[in-house]
């Protein structure tokens, strides 16, 4: 009942927001659920420091027979920026995303996407994984073509069919490993997989294609197209949300997926998995350095900033998981909050193009204040949550031996602040341009609670810097967990 | 009959690959579409064919030999990844539809409005 809840806060939403027809109550239970779900996410935190994973037999059936859900520290912690962010972009979409929208269901397509990323983060099972997986995708797919514009449709026939290809990846790869090793829960699979170590040969068509279904939703590198091509077209409170939640929920997939069964074959997808976040983190940076939109170039860095983890996950020590999973959480606030940020630049400006732009901090020093943190927290500047991140995945890839791909991390944190810089000055510092300064209807009405998201996001950047020590110390416990499989596939099967 | 439907998998495969990488929008969702039902065909063959069993266990049997009852799990995968797939598809044609009507084409190249430049 405890993880169920999670599933069933937004499922409440769902079937009432069909009921109920005024968007302004629509809009209030919306919050109302919200907050109810980040409620219960924040008190699985105790309980999962007290019994380390929790696990719920759907229906009774026991493990390796019926659906199991699994919380263990990483995915609470998950769960629980989920449920934090997802909170203030209600927030923030109630006076951001305009009433048609409103009243045309977006908040019921965001808990859409809300239930899928719980569902994911909490999957025992390979086939829920995927059936989550679709529950987010579909919902993901109606919120970037509501609304119906020219460049939304454009972006959501690319985004749509490059994520029907990875789910039909993912899903022929369940079925093969199925094929193979007659189950399909991830503890039976792994500890299968142990029992099958000397011919894991056999098992790498399916791992392949599993693994390609996932790189494509977390954006890595030869399979990142989709993501630049349709991340800035939806409404920004929508991108905002894609942002922060969507590809994480690839890379948390991956990380499940490496530490439980790839690790079997650490030779050959260690190196795999390096070079690919390697790439990532260069490619997106460099591409992103070449970009005149505000919402393109955080679009680019969220393939960068993936990358990170990535190389993080490649390094496989307990450091560097411990890395990973401070980074991923670190971006996860961070590259919300940017495009938070762009979201009220659009609202003032009705344009993201920051050639157009200009003066925008004497307009609002305080939404300014706000880039400021949340931009060079990304570019990873001391006081601020990114340069632990940062910090610690580069400590743990010199402590590892991989001091080329600590170095090459460095020079792509030069980069980062280029394009951070770039967007300060043009969108915040320099004088608007007179000739391009089109014209734009002042909005006249209240943007105080988009400013109050905004504002939050901010704060939990700068605290996640200031308490940077017992946060990670709470990562280094879930890497433990992550490093040792036996105690997952325990909890699951119960003790052999 | 494995290598039978195994090589008609393959040019399920092959076809949709070729229908994909097509210009035009309609024929590109085609290509998804039987991109998806060959690999429903993969799930099921990998949960092995046995012809005329049928997945029960007898009444009071202690121990059933596996190469005489059919694996039943394929089959409720494919059934959910059938829904899944009829859900979308529905989807995206009304997609592809309001496509055309806003623009008037059916051209792939015509999207790139929104691409990196």
Request: glycine share 12%.
């Given at each position: 009942m405890i993880l169920f809840a999670l599933l069933l806060i937004p499922f409440t939403y769902l079937m009432l927001a069909l009921l109920i027809k005024k968007a302004g109550i629509k809009k209030r239970l919306a919050i109302l659920f919200s907050t109810l779900n980040l409620l219960w996410a924040m008190a699985l935190v105790p309980i999962v420091q007290y019994r380390e994973i929790i696990v719920v037999q759907m229906g009774g059936w026991s493990a390796p027979f019926g659906i199991s859900l699994v919380a263990d520290r990483f995915s609470v912690l998950m769960l629980l920026v989920t449920a934090f962010i997802f909170f203030l972009i209600t927030v923030y979409a109630t006076q951001s995303v305009d009433k048609a929208r409103r009243k045309n269901g977006h908040f019921f397509f965001t808990f859409g996407i809300l239930m899928g990323v719980n569902g994911s983060f909490m999957a025992g099972d390979l086939f829920n994984l995927y059936v989550w997986f679709e529950v987010m995708l579909m919902s993901s797919f109606i919120l970037v073509s509501l609304g119906g514009e020219r460049k939304q449709l454009e972006g959501s026939i690319k985004y749509l069919i490059l994520n029907l290809i990875s789910s039909l990846f993912f899903v022929a790869g369940i079925g093969l490993l199925y094929g193979k090793l007659g189950s399909l829960n991830l503890a039976d699979l792994s500890q299968k997989m142990e029992l099958a170590r000397a011919n894991l040969a056999v098992l790498n068509p399916a791992l392949i294609l599993i693994f390609v279904g996932f790189s494509i939703k977390a954006a890595l590198f030869p399979f990142f197209f989709w993501l630049p091509a349709s991340y800035h077209t939806p409404p920004p409170a929508v991108s905002a949300l894609f942002a922060g939640l969507l590809t994480k929920v690839g890379i948390y997939s991956l990380i499940r997926f490496y530490t439980l069964f790839l690790y079997y074959d650490a030779g050959f997808w260690q190196q795999v998995v390096l070079w690919m976040g390697a790439l990532s983190m260069v490619i997106g940076v460099i591409a992103a350095s070449s970009q005149y939109d505000f919402r393109k170039i955080l679009s680019f860095h969220i393939i960068s900033q993936v990358g990170y983890v990535v190389i993080a996950l490649g390094f496989f020590t307990e450091a560097a998981l411990t890395a990973a999973i401070f980074f991923l959480v670190h971006n996860m606030l961070s590259k919300t909050n940017a495009f938070l940020v762009a979201g009220w630049v659009h609202?003032?400006?009705?344009?993201?193009?920051?050639?157009?732009?200009?003066?925008?901090?004497?307009?609002?020093?305080?939404?300014?204040?706000?880039?400021?943190?949340?931009?060079?927290?990304?570019?990873?500047?001391?006081?601020?949550?990114?340069?632990?991140?940062k910090y610690l995945v580069l400590q743990s890839g010199i402590e590892a031996g991989y001091t080329g791909m600590a170095m090459l991390a460095l020079f792509v944190g030069l980069f980062t602040l280029f394009s951070m810089v770039k967007i300060w000055l043009e969108v915040f510092w320099k004088k608007q341009p007179e000739d391009s300064a089109m014209e734009w209807p002042v909005n006249q009405k209240p943007a105080h609670w988009m400013l109050f998201s905004s504002l939050a996001l901010g704060a939990a950047i700068v605290a996640m810097g200031v308490w940077a020590a017992p946060i990670a110390e709470y990562c280094q416990a879930a890497a433990q967990d992550l490093l040792n499989p036996s105690k997952y596939i325990e909890y699951v099967l119960g003790p052999s | 009959m494995e290598y039978i439907i195994a090589i008609f998998i393959g040019l399920l495969y092959a076809c949709g690959v070729y229908l994909v990488l097509r210009r035009s929008i309609v024929k590109v969702i085609l290509g998804v579409f039987v991109?998806?039902?060959a690999t429903n065909l993969i799930i099921f063959l990998s949960g092995g064919i046995t012809r005329g069993g049928a997945?029960?266990?007898?009444?009071?049997?202690?121990?059933?030999?596996p190469a005489t009852i059919s694996d039943p799990l394929p089959q409720a995968l494919i059934l959910t990844a059938i829904v899944i797939s009829l859900g979308i598809s529905a989807y995206i044609l009304a997609l592809k539809y309001r496509y055309f009507d806003v623009t008037g084409t059916h051209d792939l190249d015509q999207l790139k409005n929104t691409d990196q430049r």
């Open positions: 609202r003032e400006k009705g344009t993201l193009n920051l050639k157009v732009l200009g003066d925008m901090f004497k307009k609002s020093p305080v939404w300014g204040i706000l880039f400021f943190i949340s931009a060079f927290s990304l570019a990873g500047l001391p006081p601020l949550s990114g340069f632990f991140g | 991109l998806s039902n997945a029960f266990i007898p009444e009071g049997a202690e121990t059933v030999d």
